[in-house]
């Protein structure tokens, strides 16, 4: 069957520091797959997207960066986060029968 | 590009009676699904239903439908019989299909069910 891993569920990092979130799918290959931030009481932003290996498309400039080392793995980086990085932060990946599901999130406060 | 908007903030609804959540979209594209996401309070995006545009049929999964309206652009979500788990933000979607599949996203419903 085909799942989303997404980790860790919460994070608190200072101002400055860096960050690595990672995001796997099982059970597909070469999923399109998507990174989306989520302010408190709003909407989705998508960050990123990536059709493939080494593929990356930004949507928003920022201060994140994502990556896709593998086929099946999605990072989403920064090296100095600020204060407006909080969020909640959530990847997807599009299925073979072309829905869009989500992983569990990760809830990052920058301090 | 594609928008997508949702109405209704917030709306509430009795246990076991009937709530519509509205979403229009404005699109040049001819071939798109459509989708309803719910988000209760754990965060976790949970897909409720999909319409793909060249059907006419409206899809429904057990006591959720929608009322999908092509030409007016309009993607309706009718909750049946509600339960207080429905209790969640819903969150209306376009993608359109063919060549890159990058979804718009509405602002989100916050539906409370009432006992």
């Known amino acids: 069957s085909q799942t989303i891993h997404q980790w860790p569920a919460t994070l608190v990092q200072p101002v400055g520091s860096p960050l690595s979130l990672e995001c796997t799918v099982e059970?597909?290959?070469?999923?399109?797959l998507y990174w989306y931030r989520q302010a408190a009481g709003r909407g989705l932003q998508l960050l990123f997207y990536?059709?493939?290996?080494?593929?990356i498309s930004s949507e928003v400039p920022q201060n994140l960066s994502a990556s896709r080392p593998q086929d099946r793995q999605f990072i989403l980086s920064s090296k100095k986060l600020l204060l407006s990085d909080s969020g909640f932060y959530l990847c997807?990946?599009?299925?073979?029968?072309?829905?869009?599901?989500f992983g569990s999130g990760t809830q990052l406060s920058v301090l | 590009a594609q928008t997508v908007t949702q109405s209704q903030p917030e709306m509430s609804v009795q246990e076991a009676e009937t709530v519509t959540l509205s979403c229009t979209y404005d699109?040049?594209?001819?071939?798109?699904?459509l989708f309803w996401y719910k988000q209760p309070p754990s965060r976790q995006m949970i897909l409720v239903i999909r319409?793909?545009?060249?059907?006419?049929q409206n899809a429904t999964e057990n006591r959720f439908s929608v009322n999908f309206q092509k030409a007016a652009k309009s993607f309706s979500l009718k909750i049946s019989d509600s339960q207080l788990g429905d209790t969640a933000m819903y969150f209306c979607?376009?993608?359109?299909?063919?060549?890159?599949?990058?979804?718009?996203f509405g602002r989100g419903t916050s539906l409370i069910v009432h006992p």
């Open positions: 997807a990946w599009r299925s073979e029968d072309e829905k869009l599901f």
């Open positions: 059970g597909t290959s070469n999923p399109n």
């Open positions: 990536s059709v493939g290996i080494g593929q």
């Open positions: 699109t040049s594209e001819n071939n798109y699904y």
């Open positions: 319409q793909e545009a060249y059907k006419q």
């Open positions: 979607a376009f993608v359109p299909s063919g060549g890159s599949y990058i979804p718009t």
